[in-house]
């Protein structure tokens, strides 16, 4: 089973909406199978990951497409605690 097939399976078990596990799939689809053993790997150990992705995902779509620097700047500062708390 491929590392995406094993992620779809864990997505679908979430407690992500239908409509946020298309569009979390659609843009994991977009990485190569071997760029995803990280993220696999986070997501089988600690599933809370898939929503934390997803949001960042989401959040940052939304500065992006509403050219928000504010947001974009609050997000990256969010992910920087993140990295901060894992190491």
């Given at each position: 089973m491929s590392n995406l097939e094993k992620i779809k399976n864990l997505i679908l078990s979430s407690n992500l909406t239908t409509e946020e596990?298309?569009?979390?799939?659609?843009?994991?689809?977009q990485i190569q199978e071997k760029d995803l053993e990280g993220i696999l790997s986070l997501f089988e150990e600690n599933k809370d990951w898939m929503k934390k992705?997803?949001?960042?995902?989401k959040f940052k779509k939304q500065a992006f497409e509403n050219k928000?620097?504010?947001?974009?700047?609050?997000?990256?500062?969010?992910?920087?605690?993140?990295?901060?708390?894992?190491?």
């Amino acid at each position: 089973m491929s590392n995406l097939e094993k992620i779809k399976n864990l997505i679908l078990s979430s407690n992500l909406t239908t409509e946020e596990q298309k569009e979390f799939l659609n843009l994991l689809s977009q990485i190569q199978e071997k760029d995803l053993e990280g993220i696999l790997s986070l997501f089988e150990e600690n599933k809370d990951w898939m929503k934390k992705f997803y949001n960042n995902y989401k959040f940052k779509k939304q500065a992006f497409e509403n050219k928000d620097k504010n947001l974009w700047n609050k997000i990256l500062d969010e992910e920087k605690e993140e990295l901060e708390k894992i190491n």
